[in-house]
């Protein structure tokens, strides 16, 4: 008895110094004492109180514990008070949804002489939370969608604080929305969704910050939806912003309680732990989403991709296919973008692509879709479009670059070329209707007319293409490669005064090739910068000639293309040629056109003026037909201006009269030169004449020829 009684004591000292609620109870089920943590706690513990001493009893234990009411909680402490079992764990405090926290009541035998057994109240709320934490972890390694991951963070609070219902709450933007509310009715979610957190701050209590309002049916934005979504039971919102890694507002936990369902400290910590794990959920989920838009989407310019626009693309041909509508694809390529890029550097290409982007995709309706693949190539898909509307449509999309941009203080100006190809509903092909729309466009940049529509001609035009590229690349090598030069007369005197060097290609099996044919292709190639530098040597070498040859000759002009001119070292490959080949500077005069001008101003004059400073002439060529650069041209390092041949066949019966004497006044005003270009009959060369024009070239005078053929060099006098 008294080794019982030392033992019971024993017991009850230690008993005192543990810091959870426990009680010793004997073999009748009789509590013998219980600790301080047991009766300070005993607010928070169900039926804690009618235990506060020694003679409670079992039953009202069993009141609160199990999950089927009493009766199967008196049983299963039984088996463990009759010896049947050593030890049992039960829930409790209650039903459920009635606990402030997930508790377990625990019961255990002792080792003593006498039957003596360990009562302790244990909060669970951590075990239950890294159960739920590791669920919702492998959720996300499975890749389940964001909706059903947030489902399992409410439930997870739901857990920590089961008399408690979550919401939890997004932020789209400035607005809020309700991303999984499983126990909270529709009526006083209505209050979250929708909500414009910048209006209505002070009435939200699940963001910015975290607060703990008691009574929400008092509040003049809450209280109605408390009365009609049937939860005034739940007056108390307890809210916990969360926040991304940059610390920006994504979206908030708010938990409704009842006023007497208090939030514990330790609860309170992995109420925390779940704040931080929405967060990771919520930035997880964007993550996953930008990876899916960068796979399918132009990091650039944000416009779909190849992928995304084949799928797209099939998807409007087979919707049109039953009923037999026009499908029609777009496809569009800026002309001598690399001459930009060369010129301003990949930053700048970059922002006239994104500004391209912009200005083509404000030219879509609903429903059609514009798609970068790669480079300075877009394409559109227009359904329900035919051809001739197809042609209009391109037409306002090229009429939307016009204009030029503004790029780090430079003004670029761009044009571009564009193929179009129209299903009609058999063809429904998107690979085939791409290709179409590929070679159209690449006949629209050789012919240089802009716009082209698909002809079933054209692939072979295209094989053919591919052929005398082939055969251009061996051109210079196997001698195949000449130079014609047409004569700058002086109109008052007819004597020339200056002669144009053009290239000219004999194949030995197709002939004469056509400059309108090869010289886009070495263009597009990239062959016209060593063939460039082959026809500036080559003027300059028979140029010198020339000049001792024909009286009166004075210059020899050579055309430079966008890619040459575009080149760093383009001056300097100037002066190397003309240091070999010992051609006066000062005879030699370049061609550029307005559009190389224009592409980039700042860097066309900076390039121009080291031109000028070697002693080398600049003329504008095709002057007034490309760009309106009139505001540009006080400015440009210019010597001569050569009048676009259009606008001198119209002078002659009056039609371009005023513009031609608009030029002649400017040139005048500018110190220029101007030489007339397509002077084919003597009405032309009076028509100049009368407007103070003084230089022209055409075929009035002489079609472009070898220059021996031009100036037959002087038959050598008898040996002596």
């Known amino acids: 008895m008294n080794s019982s009684r030392s033992t019971l004591e024993h017991m009850t000292t230690v008993l005192m110094g543990l810091p959870f609620p426990a009680a010793l109870m004997d073999g009748e089920g009789t509590f013998l004492t219980v600790n301080g943590s047991w009766i300070s706690q005993e607010n928070d513990y169900p039926a804690s109180g009618i235990s506060s001493g020694p003679g409670g009893n079992l039953l009202a234990l069993c009141l609160y514990a199990g999950t089927n009411g009493g009766l199967h909680a008196h049983a ?46 244990h909060d669970a709320s951590a075990e239950q939370f890294e159960r739920d934490r590791t669920r919702l972890l492998d959720l996300m390694t499975q890749g389940r969608p964001r909706q059903e991951l947030l489902q399992e963070i409410a439930q997870m609070v739901e857990h920590l604080h089961p008399a408690g219902r979550c919401a939890v709450l997004l932020l789209d933007g400035h607005t809020l929305r309700v991303g999984a509310a499983p126990r909270i009715p529709e009526a006083f979610l209505s209050g979250f969704d929708g909500l414009d957190v910048r209006e209505r701050l002070a009435a939200l209590p699940a963001v910015p910050g975290a607060e703990y309002t008691q009574d929400l049916s008092q509040h003049p934005y809450w209280g109605p939806y408390l009365q009609a979504g049937d939860m005034q039971a739940f007056p108390v919102c307890a809210s916990l912003p969360v926040f991304d890694r940059s610390q920006r507002l994504v979206g908030a936990l708010a938990l409704c309680l009842p006023a007497d369902a208090p939030i514990s400290d330790t609860t309170g910590e992995l109420l925390k732990q779940a704040q931080h794990l929405t967060s990771i959920v919520i930035e997880h989920d964007a993550l996953i989403r930008e990876l899916e838009h960068r796979a399918l989407h132009d990091d650039l310019t944000g416009l779909p991709n190849r992928a995304l626009f084949d799928d797209r693309l099939q998807r409007e041909l087979d919707r049109a296919a039953p009923e037999g509508r026009p499908v029609a694809v777009l496809f569009l390529d800026i002309d001598d973008f690399k001459a930009i890029n060369d010129a301003g550097g990949h930053n700048t290409g970059d922002a006239v692509l994104g500004e391209v982007a912009r200005r083509l995709r404000a030219c879509l309706k609903p429903g059609e879709t514009l798609a970068r693949f790669a480079g300075d190539e877009f394409v559109a898909i227009l359904p329900d479009t035919a051809a001739p509307e197809a042609v209009e449509r391109a037409a306002g999309m090229s009429d939307a670059l016009r204009g030029g941009f503004t790029v780090a203080g430079r003004d670029v100006f761009i044009m571009m070329s564009i193929g179009i190809a129209v299903s009609t509903g058999s063809d429904g092909d998107a690979q085939t209707l791409q290709r179409h729309a590929d070679v159209a466009m690449y006949r629209a940049k050789t012919l240089r007319t802009g716009t082209e529509l698909f002809e079933s001609e054209l692939p072979q035009r295209a094989t053919q293409r591919l052929e005398l590229l082939s055969h251009l690349r061996r051109a210079e090598e196997l001698g195949e490669l000449a130079l014609h030069f047409q004569p700058q007369m002086n109109l008052d005197t007819g004597q020339p005064v200056g002669a144009e060097a053009l290239i000219r290609w004999q194949h030995p099996q197709l002939g004469l090739v056509s400059p309108a044919e090869f010289i886009p292709l070495a263009e597009d190639s990239g062959l016209i910068i060593p063939i460039g530098r082959w026809v500036l040597a080559e003027a300059c070498r028979q ?126 005003q500018f110190g220029f030169d101007v030489i007339a270009e397509g002077i084919e009959t003597a009405g032309h060369v009076q028509a100049m004449l009368d407007v103070g024009c003084r230089f022209g070239q055409g075929y009035h005078f002489a079609r472009p020829a070898p220059a021996d053929a031009l100036w037959p060099a002087p038959v050598p006098g008898p040996r002596r």
């Open 76 to 121: 299963a402490i039984l088996r463990v008070l009759q010896g049947q079992e050593d030890s049992l764990v039960l829930p409790y405090g209650g039903t459920e949804h009635s606990r402030s926290r997930p508790l377990e009541l625990h019961i255990g035998r002792l080792p003593a002489s006498e039957p003596l057994f360990l009562v302790r109240i």
């Open 543 to 668: 140029g010198l000639h020339l000049l001792g040859r024909a009286p009166g000759l004075a210059r020899i002009a050579v055309n430079v293309s966008a890619l040459q001119f575009a080149r760093e070292d383009f001056v300097d490959m100037v002066a190397e040629v003309l240091r070999d080949t010992r051609f006066p500077p000062q005879c030699l005069e370049l061609e550029l056109t307005e559009r190389i001008v224009m592409r980039d101003v700042d860097s066309a004059v900076r390039r121009m003026q080291a031109l000028r400073d070697l002693g080398v002439s600049i003329a504008l060529d095709d002057f007034g037909t490309g760009f309106s650069s009139l505001s540009y041209l006080p400015n440009l390092p210019l010597n001569v201006l050569k009048i676009d041949r259009s606008f001198v066949a119209g002078a002659a019966d009056g039609r371009t009269l005023p513009i031609v004497r608009a030029i002649m006044s400017m040139a005048e």
